[in-house]
């Protein structure tokens, strides 16, 4: 075999690798909506307390033998014949793959190999969810936060591709700068996903359509919102101001106490709200960094004061206790922008899109470079940070 031949052979069995968790997570989807195998499916949630240890080993057993076992046949017959149908050795590893599966699963619902049950394994969450593949803490979501997502087996793929990767249906969300363009669009979107919507706002007399919690507060204030930031699941720091052209100290002075400061201080507090094993799981704060972190805004303080946030943010990310994603967003149209080109009902539903598809750096912009240069600025900054900074 030339050595041409042998790498297209590996690459086809990566790929059938891939495709074997394809297949298993459209089992698994199925498990769900089709009849015919839901009952069986039912089984798997049932054996599972909330620290997932087991309701008992019968349970479990059950739970592997009608539900996990007949799951690995289909993956192991379906790669099978693909490989067949195409005579190719290297879709076959996909096959083999499946059938590693199979075998254990016949062996941990006779009571065997109970260790190898990984995404099971009972405890505290220790983890946050990963982002391309599946850990104990993603899997736990699929169990106790929300049954109708988290539905892939190992990579997270098959999530993001249906936009399951986060579920917002009956979630507490709070989200600063509610008076705002931005914030309104966000309430909206959020309320429509069947969130429960917590307007925190600097203005008097607020009002939506909609049934929505609104709270009043101030910059400067934000430890008395402590309380009520215990029972909210995510936070999106929101607000901000832009002094535009003016370079007073004053203006300095208010730019970076509300786009930095009044910012950070709610994340702070936010993140110390992260106490029990579920939170790692189901908590998340969302920071409006904006694309000035990497790009001129035509407001010099505007610029200075999101990027030190940014920066901050990227810092706090290298030990923070759970999921905190970033809103890069161009020029939308709003009172701090009224020369805004993006609508900012349009940026809203794409921020909640990208998110239920667990974008980490949502970057929601009309310019194309910010889509290279804030990937590229992220990545070497959290290098850097991590290696010349401790925990």
Not at 214 to 231: A, C, F, H, Y
Not at 270 to 279: A, C, Y
Not at 282 to 310: C, D, F, H, M, Q
Request: some cysteine; overall charge neutral; glycine content about 6%.
């Amino acid at each position: 075999m030339n050595l041409n031949l042998l790498v297209s052979q590996l690459l086809l069995g990566c790929f059938s690798i891939v495709l074997a968790e394809l297949i298993r997570d459209f089992y698994h989807l199925a498990g769900h909506y089709w009849q015919p195998i839901q009952a069986f499916h039912t089984l798997h949630h049932k054996a599972y307390r909330r620290d997932l240890t087991m309701v008992s080993l019968e349970a479990y057993c059950k739970a592997q033998l009608y539900n996990d076992v007949p799951e690995a046949i289909a993956m192991a017959i379906i790669t099978g014949a693909i490989a067949a149908s195409a005579q190719s050795y290297g879709l076959a590893i996909g096959c083999l793959y499946s059938l590693g599966f199979l075998v254990s699963a016949l062996a941990r619902s006779q009571g065997f190999l109970l260790q190898t049950d990984l995404t099971h394994k009972p405890g505290d969450l220790v983890e946050i969810p990963d982002q391309w593949t599946v850990n104990r803490t993603y899997h736990w979501r699929h169990h106790f936060d929300q049954g109708n997502a988290y539905y892939s087996g190992h990579f997270t793929i098959f999530d993001k591709l249906l936009g399951t990767s986060l579920s917002l249906k009956g979630k507490g969300v709070a989200v600063t700068g509610a008076s705002g363009s931005m914030g309104r669009a966000l309430i909206q979107q959020l309320y429509q996903q069947g969130a429960k919507v917590i307007a925190l706002t600097t203005s008097d007399g607020l009002e939506f359509d909609t049934p929505i919690e609104v709270i009043k507060w101030q910059p400067g204030q934000e430890n008395e919102l402590g309380d009520r930031l215990k029972t909210v699941d995510i936070l999106i720091v929101n607000h901000g101001i832009n002094v535009h052209g003016d370079r007073t100290a004053e203006a300095i002075q208010k730019s970076f106490e509300i786009n930095t400061f009044s910012a950070w201080a709610l994340a702070e507090l936010f993140l110390n709200t992260v106490q029990k094993s579920e939170h790692k799981a189901i908590k998340e704060l969302w920071i409006n960094t904006s694309e000035a972190e990497v790009s001129p805004a035509l407001s010099p303080l505007y610029e200075l004061s999101k990027r030190t946030l940014g920066n901050l943010i990227t810092l706090r990310r290298l030990d923070a206790p759970c999921i905190i994603r970033k809103l890069i967003l161009g020029p939308f149209k709003s009172n701090l922008n009224p020369v805004g080109v993006m609508n900012p009902t349009w940026v809203a539903w794409a921020i909640v899109a990208l998110a239920k598809r667990d974008f980490r750096n949502i970057i929601v912009t009309i310019n194309p470079v910010t889509y290279v240069a804030f990937p590229i600025k992220e990545l070497f900054q959290s290098v850097y940070f991590r290696l010349f900074s401790k925990g």
